[in-house]
């Protein structure tokens, strides 16, 4: 990119300047954009539905190529030393790049702005005193509303200047939060970069704390892969798994922010739903345990191939005027063969017919025919050869098989023997059997093992990258239902040990990625808080000796004084009230953390009040920045200011004080700028 005007042109503000490129690029955005609208495709498609796909594909190209008004186009320059890939000759020209969240180049077809998953962009990130990467200048640009208004120089390879800490760098990272969440693209951290540019073929997890950006990281990283390897994603597909709605819906303008519209999100339970099958029922924790348990996988194999039997008796084919027989010993062995084979039941039955055409076609041959392929098939299709397989081999519809398991005691018994205690077989039996696969009232659960089943039968669609976050709280069996969403593609697990919230969360990560079927996955992890003020973290962090001995607590970059405030009160509602008013004042978002018990008291509160409220994921307005929330789902959320009602309730919430401490350690660490803690009963002893 040839250099513009030099620093120390005294006729050149370098602010002006920076403004006037500003105004070039998004004005060759804007080119870029109408090329494309202009495009006429009348006479380059041979028929409506190749017009309709090329059309698509214009669209999306038309939705990529937007200029957000208030989204700064590009955050960052490098100006190195010498041309990248050049000799480092004694007086080789350099070059200048502007760093921003995509491609943007001239009519010349020369570049305005580099998209950041660029490799020359790396430096950006990476780039230290200690290492300067030939970077002479690394230029941070400051905006309001889209508007650039500051910029700040660090350079690199002049010994002369010590290294700092960067101020817009830091306001960027405590810039309040109002809306869903947005990307961290300008201030990704060399750790952070590490793991979002690691390649596609290996799988990663990301042990990650509270406020230190492991979310932000996969999507990223989600960006990353679609930015290097596009083609091929493009055609295996990629997905982000979230925890629940709520979740999905506050990170879902990350990816098309940076310029990525095609990948799809969805929870564990849109991943196993099945038409017809509705969840009306819920599980004891207890029997949830059990049915989320990974032997759970063996009983669903033994009960499915319970189904084969050995054949006793000959199979006689007649053709036309001939018969021909195959013994019954000969399809034992078939039957045998297929069952070592390791592959899908399903599989194993569409091959089985086969097998059996072409024993009599050997005979045909044996008996001076000459038959075909189409003799072949033929031969599979006859009634006889049908009978025959669905007697040895019959056909299996995975929910009616799940329905059996939880139905009756001696179907259950006999596939669950030494694998399932005689107490936890009890666990699963519905207390009173349904007749249908219609009339059950399906649990969450029961569609994760409706789901293990059908892969038995079928195998799963693989997709080419999984990101799945907040996976703490997967149960071995939704590992697998994931893990088979991946097979033959690479995954981004994301999650924080301390933050599993089910009673069958996440042990160790090891465990999980053998489960999900990714055991040489790299972990890697998150220590260093970017998010939560350092005095609300070490609060927080109280609760990890009794949550997860042995897990390194989060260090906050950030001290910021009179964060943290703990306040016992008389009126507890009262006391809320007044906080959210308070908290109101600053500018952001609110959000009032409740155990799930206490929010239809609060709800009528805070109508009382006039104060007007949003739920969980939902875009703040002019008229409200408070969120009302229960515990349940603030997993993965944050707020600038967070008002907590009743620490003592959410913990008894649960079923269990382990489970309820790790819940109020998510609910802790939710605020980015402030946090007060109101409660009328004792503190949990942890904290005090």
């Known amino acids: 990119m040839p250099a513009h005007a030099p620093e120390s042109d005294p006729v050149v503000n370098p602010l002006t300047r920076e403004r006037s490129h500003l105004a070039a690029s998004r004005a060759a955005l804007r080119a870029m954009r109408e090329d494309v609208e202009a495009l006429d495709i009348r006479d380059v498609t041979a028929n409506w539905v190749n017009a309709i796909v090329l059309q698509a594909q214009i669209d999306d190209r038309i939705k990529a190529l937007a200029d957000l008004s208030h989204t700064p186009l590009f955050f960052g320059r490098l100006d ?32 305005m702005v580099i998209d950041w998953r660029a490799p020359v962009s790396q430096p950006f990130y990476r780039a230290s005193k200690q290492d300067p990467q030939d970077i002479g200048l690394r230029r941070r640009f400051g905006y309001t509303g889209g508007e650039l208004t500051a910029y ?145 996988a063996e009983v669903l194999r033994r009960a499915l191939e ?43 039955r569409e091959a089985l017919p086969q097998r059996i055409a072409h024993a009599v076609l050997v005979r045909m041959e044996q ?54 205690t005689a107490d936890e077989q009890k666990l699963l039996l519905w207390p009173k059997p349904f007749r249908s696969v219609k009339s059950a009232k399906w649990s969450a659960a029961d569609l ?65 990625l053998a489960h999900l079927g990714k055991p040489a996955a790299v972990v890697e992890e998150l220590t260093a808080g970017f998010r939560v003020p350092r005095e609300v973290i070490a609060y927080a962090s109280r609760l990890l000796p009794s949550i997860s001995p042995g897990l390194a607590p989060v260090s906050s970059v950030r001290e910021t004084p009179g964060s943290l405030l703990i306040s016992p009160t008389d009126d507890l509602t009262a006391a809320v009230l007044d906080a959210c008013r308070a908290s109101l004042s600053h500018e952001g978002s609110i959000g009032l953390i409740a155990a799930d018990a206490r929010i239809p008291a609060l709800t009528e509160a805070l109508r009382a009040a006039g104060l007007v409220w949003l739920s969980p994921g939902e875009e703040t307005t002019a008229e409200s920045r408070l969120t009302l929330v229960p ?22 919430g649960e079923p269990d004080e382990r489970t309820g401490l790790r819940r109020l350690y998510v609910c802790l660490t939710r605020a980015v700028s402030g946090l007060t803690v109101l409660h009328a009963t004792p503190l949990p002893a942890p904290l005090t």
């Open 448 to 512: 994760v093992l409706i789901d293990e089943a059908t892969d038995l039968v079928e195998r799963t669609h693989s997709l080419g990258h999984v990101v799945v976050d907040e996976a703490q709280d997967l149960s071995p069996m939704q590992y697998r239902a994931v893990g088979r969403r991946c097979t033959t593609g690479s995954a981004t697990v994301l999650g924080d040990l301390a933050q599993g919230t089910t009673p069958w969360a996440t042990r160790s990560w090891d465990e999980a």
């Open 80 to 111: 190195y030393l010498h041309a990248p890939g050049a000799e480092l000759a004694e007086g080789a020209e350099g070059e200048q790049f502007y760093i921003g969240r995509r491609h943007v180049h001239d009519a010349g077809g020369d570049p």
């Open 152 to 296: 700040e120089d660090e350079h690199l390879s002049d010994p002369a200047e010590s290294a700092s800490v960067s101020k817009l760098l830091q306001q960027e990272i405590e810039r309040p939060r109002v809306g869903p969440m947005r990307d961290i693209v300008a201030t990704i951290q060399p750790e952070q970069d590490e793991i979002v540019r690691s390649g596609l073929s290996g799988s990663v997890c990301v042990q990650g704390g509270p406020g230190t950006g492991k979310t932000a990281v996969g999507l990223h990283r989600v960006a990353y892969l679609l930015y290097a390897h596009r083609d091929r994603l493009a055609r295996t597909g990629t997905l982000v798994i979230g925890p629940n709605r709520s979740f999905l819906h506050y990170i879902e303008q990350v990816l098309p922010a940076l310029g990525e519209l095609e990948v799809k999100q969805a929870t564990v339970d849109d991943l196993v739903a099945r038409d017809g099958l509705e969840v009306r029922g819920t599980d004891a924790a207890a029997t949830a345990v059990v049915k989320g348990d990974a032997r759970m």
């Open 306 to 348: 319970s189904h084969v039997t050995a054949p006793t008796e000959a199979l006689m084919v007649v053709r036309g005027s001939r018969r021909w027989r195959v013994p019954a010993y000969e399809l034992a062995e078939m039957v045998e063969e297929l069952q070592n084979r390791d592959i899908r039941y399903g599989a194993a």
């Open 631 to 652: 515990a349940s789902l603030a997993k993965g959320l944050e707020y600038d200011y967070v008002v907590l009602d009743e620490p003592a309730a959410i913990v008894d």
């Open 367 to 420: 008996a001076g025919e000459a038959p075909d392929d189409r003799v072949q098939d033929s031969v599979a299709r006859n009634a006889a050869v049908k009978a025959a397989v669905k007697e040895v081999w019959p056909p299996v519809e995975p929910a009616k098989l799940v329905l059996r398991l939880l139905s009756d005691p001696e179907f259950l018994a006999l596939h669950a023997a030494d694998v399932l």
